[in-house]
């Protein structure tokens, strides 16, 4: 009987020891874990960006850096043989292509401002491994070295220059044009003129011809009067 009543009052015993050492142990790691834990891996988290994302951004700045470099490549200038049909049509080439230029350059500014934006972020995080975000870094220096390539590349005044090349080439073909439509207007000035002269030259060709066919006429007629006149004094006499 009394072995009952201790193993009765052992059991409940050795449950509360238990429970205590339990509670002891959990109080004790949960106490390390938090001492050990600082605010900087949470704000990292917030601002966690993936490899892809900075992969994508990368492979979007090489795509637009290329198209870049080659609708500026393209604008050249015109062949000085150009007719005013094509000088016009280059013309306003070049006028889209600047457009896509611009375009183009705005997107790649916007892709370098993203990634300078997750570069800014990983300096002011501070974080304790310096390899962690290596990618980021490597990716921003990327696209940076891209967009630098980019401006050196692109002259507005190159671009500038082909247009007022094309547009003095257009005014050049206009001039030469200009006397070929006024001459149709001077020749029959001319042509009229020469037909004066001619009818002139003639009526004075033509005068000296009918005194001169007159004149023999009318001495013919003056001496066959004087040898009437003779004849018919010698019959008088």
Excluded: W
Aim: with cysteine; charged share 25%.
């Amino acid at each position: 009987m009394s072995r009952r009543i201790q193993q009765t009052i052992l059991l409940p015993s050795l449950c509360c020891m238990a429970f205590y050492a339990g509670t002891q142990l959990v109080g004790e790691t949960e106490a390390a874990f938090s001492s050990q834990v600082s605010p900087d891996p949470i704000t990292m988290n917030a601002a966690f960006v993936f490899p892809a994302t900075i992969h994508g951004i990368e492979d979007r700045a090489q795509k637009v850096s290329k198209r870049i470099d080659h609708t500026f490549h393209t604008i050249v200038a015109p062949s000085a043989k150009a007719s005013m049909e094509e000088l016009h049509k280059q013309l306003e080439e070049v006028r889209a292509m600047e457009e896509e230029l611009t375009r183009q350059l705005s997107t790649m500014q916007i892709l370098y401002d993203e990634m300078s934006v997750y570069h800014l972020d990983i300096q002011k995080q501070g974080v304790t491994n310096v390899h962690t975000y290596d990618y980021v870094r490597e990716g921003f220096q990327h696209v940076e070295d891209m967009m630098e390539e980019v401006r050196a590349t692109v002259d507005f005044s190159h671009i500038e220059a082909i247009r007022s090349s094309i547009l003095l080439q257009i005014q050049d073909l206009e001039d030469q044009e200009e006397p070929s439509i006024e001459q149709p207007q001077t020749n029959p000035d001319t042509k009229s003129s020469e037909s004066q002269n001619e009818a002139s030259k003639q009526i004075t060709d033509e005068a000296p011809t009918e005194i001169t066919d007159e004149a023999p006429s009318e001495i013919t007629n003056d001496k066959q009067v004087t040898e009437h006149e003779e004849e018919t004094v010698e019959h008088s006499e």
